[in-house]
């Protein structure tokens, strides 16, 4: 859980009338990371429920957090399961709160997995062929990941000296890697998804990492938390389930390049938990542990070591 800013009913009711909506109860979500986050249980002016999710963002501005709006929607239209932004009264889909922008969203029904089994994962492989296949112009105006990845390695100074070099060296590959145009999630973790009690996928959040990349880092990403056991070991069951169900759904990668990505992506959250937020800062978890990225890494790295000359 996680919530830097705070709010009392009476400022969430006041919000809440401005979607025409009269709130029942509240409670702040207790998976996240960055932003403040609230589930809330309320009623529409016919008295049905219709609940939501308010989100009030940290870091971003309403400049930076506009695109990731307008691809979600893109996305819902599209007919894939992301909460795209509810509009008010006045027809914004963004607000103040607390002088930060502010989205209110549908709740998604649903519970998130951390357990998962193949079918699990091949639905998750099968998602992302999906978004993947979306329209690349929805996300033309999102922040992309090279230069992300780019300042976390200003970071690679608090790594020890191996790790640091081996770092180093897989990067330089990995710039010779053209970027690809495909619409990625970026941070396709197991509390970014949500199961109903038959196991159907039937939501995808956060995706304020978004971006055109390969798909194959996409698929890294998602492999490096879905596909490996508790020690961060990689589980081939799981991870051939992910990969037969994006190829199934009609995803196209290349062996080769997702080899390299599953590095990438694990010294990238390796590096992203080293810098980011502590817990302390919020009522909640802070950043999560860097030392399971570190594992994953050191995995990682050593399988694509036995292959190439790195
Ligand atoms: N629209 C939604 N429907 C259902 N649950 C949600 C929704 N939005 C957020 N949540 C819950 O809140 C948690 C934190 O939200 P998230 O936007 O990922 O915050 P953060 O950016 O801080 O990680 C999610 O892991 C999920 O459990
Ligand atoms: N999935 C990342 C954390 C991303 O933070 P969020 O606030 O965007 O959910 C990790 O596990 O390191």
């Given at each position: 859980m996680s919530v830097y800013t705070r709010l009392d009913d009476d400022e969430l009711s006041s919000l809440l009338a401005e979607y025409d909506l009269r709130l029942e109860a509240s409670k702040a979500a207790p998976h996240g990371i960055e932003n403040s986050t609230w589930l809330i249980s309320a009623r529409d002016q016919g008295g049905a429920p219709r609940p939501v999710v308010l989100t009030v963002f940290e870091r971003f501005s309403e400049a930076t957090l506009s695109p990731y709006l307008t691809l979600l929607t893109t996305l819902a239209r599209g007919g894939l399961p992301v909460p795209a932004p509810l509009t008010d009264r006045a027809g914004h889909c963004m607000r103040q709160v607390a002088g930060k922008p502010a989205v209110l969203v549908p709740w998604l029904s649903g519970r998130h997995c951390f357990r998962p089994e193949a079918e699990h994962c091949r639905q998750v492989g099968a998602m992302l062929a999906a978004l993947h296949r979306q329209p690349a112009d929805s996300a033309r105006a999102l922040p992309n990941e090279r230069a992300r990845l780019a300042d976390f390695a200003e970071?690679?100074?608090?790594?020890g000296d191996d790790d640091r070099h081996h770092a180093r060296r897989l990067l330089r590959y990995w710039r010779k890697v053209p970027p690809g145009d495909a619409v990625i999630?970026?941070?396709?973790?197991?509390?970014?998804v949500l199961f109903n009690d038959s196991g159907r996928l039937t939501g995808v959040l956060d995706?304020?990492?978004?971006?055109?990349?390969?798909p194959e880092y996409d698929l890294a990403v998602a492999l490096n938390d879905?596909?490996?056991?508790?020690?961060?070991?990689?589980?081939p069951r799981r991870e051939a389930a992910l990969l037969a169900g994006y190829r199934d759904a009609g995803g196209v990668y290349e062996a080769g390049v997702l080899e390299l990505a599953l590095v990438v992506a694990a010294l990238r959250f390796w590096l992203s938990r080293l810098v980011g937020p502590v817990s302390?800062?919020?009522?909640g978890q802070g950043s999560k542990d860097p030392a399971e990225y570190s594992r994953i890494f050191g995995y990682r790295f050593e399988a694509l070591s036995q292959r190439y000359e790195l």
């Open positions: 970071h690679l100074c608090r790594l999630h970026g941070d396709l973790f197991r509390d970014n995706f304020y990492n978004a971006c055109l990349e390969r879905w596909a490996v056991s508790a020690e961060g070991r990689p589980v302390g800062d919020a009522e």
